[in-house]
T-cell receptor, first 111, second 111 residues
């Protein structure tokens, strides 16, 4: 158990819908990262937050957004969902640029 | 731009064989280097990391990696693999707050 929690574990929805994925980092970790893992694209870094502020951006689509709240939990919002958005979404947390601890992931299926 | 290249997409070995997985990165500044492992159906876990100092780092489960600055490489090694090492292995770089993962190498160890 890494100490990072993610909810829900599984999510099944339809195209065009919007979903919110939630992540709680390890106690004391100020950085939260979001990743998308799919069979065809591998592990893609989406976005990083540090203490509530956006720190770095990766291959995140405009339909996707994230935020980190004062209690340091983070949410990833995915809208206008497409079939190709089906993937595992991982959250990770870290102290500074130290190693990242990954959560169990949310498996999103878009039908 | 920061990038990570893992040379082998899929490696198949017999038990007791030696393992070396290649990883090269490109980034002009100071980086922190990591190897993560993802066992089937699980989240990513840290195998080892390099920040500074001795370029030969030892991780968990008998893995080690060598940082060669002149070659921008951070190859992962294990002298004798076991069936339980079957997993996907990711090399990662963190520089200037941005994390980049390689595409991963799937290792299959035959008993």
């Amino acid at each position: 158990d890494s100490g990072v929690t993610q909810t829900p574990k599984h999510l099944i929805t339809a195209t065009g819908q919007r979903v919110t994925l939630r992540c709680s980092p390890r106690s004391g970790d100020l950085s939260v990262y979001w990743y998308q893992q799919s069979l065809d694209q591998g592990l893609q870094f989406l976005i990083q937050y540090y203490n509530g502020e956006e720190r770095a951006k990766g291959n995140i689509l405009e339909r996707f957004s994230a935020q980190q709240f004062p209690d340091l939990h983070s949410e990833l919002n995915l809208s206008s969902l497409e079939l190709g958005d089906s993937a595992l979404y991982f959250c990770a947390s870290s102290v500074g640029q130290n190693e990242q601890f990954f959560g169990p992931g949310t498996r999103l299926t878009v039908l | 731009a920061q990038s990570v290249s893992q040379h082998n997409h899929h490696v198949i070995l017999s038990e007791a064989a030696s393992l070396e997985l290649g990883c090269n990165y490109s980034y002009g500044g100071t980086v922190n280097l990591f190897w993560y492992v993802q066992y089937p159906g699980q989240h990513l876990q840290l195998l080892l990391k390099y920040f500074s100092g001795d370029p030969l780092v030892k991780g968990i489960k008998g893995f080690e990696a060598e940082f060669i600055k002149s070659k921008f490489s951070f190859n992962l090694r294990k002298p004798s693999v076991q069936w339980s090492d079957t997993a996907e292995y990711f090399c990662a770089v963190i520089g200037a707050g941005k994390s980049t993962f390689g595409d991963g190498t799937t290792l299959t160890v035959k008993p």
